[in-house]
């Protein structure tokens, strides 16, 4: 399934608290990204990067953080101050400036 | 910022015909222009993609068109199957952004037995 891997792939939390997304490859890709993804939407990019140690906002980053400390990891933690995390999550990998990106296979969170 | 629009949002098509989707794309620098198709509770998976230099390209059933003048891309899909009943999305990368890749709403493609 390409090598890129998403847990968990349910998650419940209470609102106020924060929630950690894990996505881990094993393809050797460069850059990583995090889009969400509402009921009937498309995929709207939260955080991507390029490069280890390095990372840049997407259109809806207000309320998400990241880190890139691996080459093989990228996880996304959801604040309390996103105002609706309610969503399902998609992680992705791609290994060159116009390379595939690789999906992993999502996380749905529910937030109440 | 970078936007990406695609049409339509719903497409039903009877078994056999085709479907046409189409994108605009706003920043001019885009250079990457791929395909994902997602079929229900699964990841997108990339099924065609195009690059700047090239103004068609064609795999078995599914072609892709790229009008760089314009800002516009679409998506074919000729004798179309029930098993191509999904949802496909258009994005478009590259430009000031580098790896920036901004996705279109999707269509939801029903195909009619």
């Known amino acids: 399934d390409g090598g890129i891997t998403q847990s968990p792939k349910y998650l419940f939390r209470k609102e106020g608290q924060n929630v950690t997304l894990s996505c881990e490859q094993n393809?050797?890709?460069?850059?990583m990204y995090w889009y969400r993804q509402d009921p009937g939407q498309g995929l709207r990019l939260i955080y991507y990067?390029?490069?280890?140690?390095?990372?840049q906002k997407g259109d809806i980053a207000e309320g998400y953080s990241v880190s890139r400390e691996k080459k093989e990891s990228f996880p996304l933690t959801v604040t309390s101050a996103q105002k609706n995390p309610t969503a399902f999550y998609l992680c992705?990998?791609?290994?060159?400036?116009?390379?595939?990106?690789?999906f992993g296979p999502g996380t749905r969170l529910t937030v109440t | 910022g970078e936007n990406v629009e695609q049409h339509p949002s719903t497409l039903s098509v009877q078994e056999g015909d085709s479907a046409v989707i189409k994108c605009t794309y706003s920043?001019?620098?885009?250079?990457?222009f791929p395909w994902y198709k997602q079929e229900l509770g699964k990841r997108p998976q990339l099924i065609i993609d195009?690059?700047?230099?090239?103004g068609e390209k064609k795999d078995q059933r599914i072609a892709v068109t790229l009008n760089k003048t314009a800002k516009h891309f679409s998506l074919h899909i000729t004798e179309t199957q029930p098993e191509d009943s999904a949802v496909y999305f258009c994005?478009?990368?590259?430009?000031?952004?580098?790896?920036?890749?901004?996705f279109g709403a999707g269509t939801r493609l029903f195909v009619k037995a």
């Open positions: 992705a990998s791609s290994d060159s400036y116009l390379g595939e990106q690789y």
């Open positions: 393809l050797n890709h460069d850059a």
């Open positions: 990067s390029q490069i280890v140690n390095d990372f």
């Open positions: 920043d001019s620098a885009s250079n990457y």
């Open positions: 195009i690059r700047s230099n090239v």
């Open positions: 994005a478009a990368r590259g430009g000031v952004g580098g790896f920036k890749t901004i």
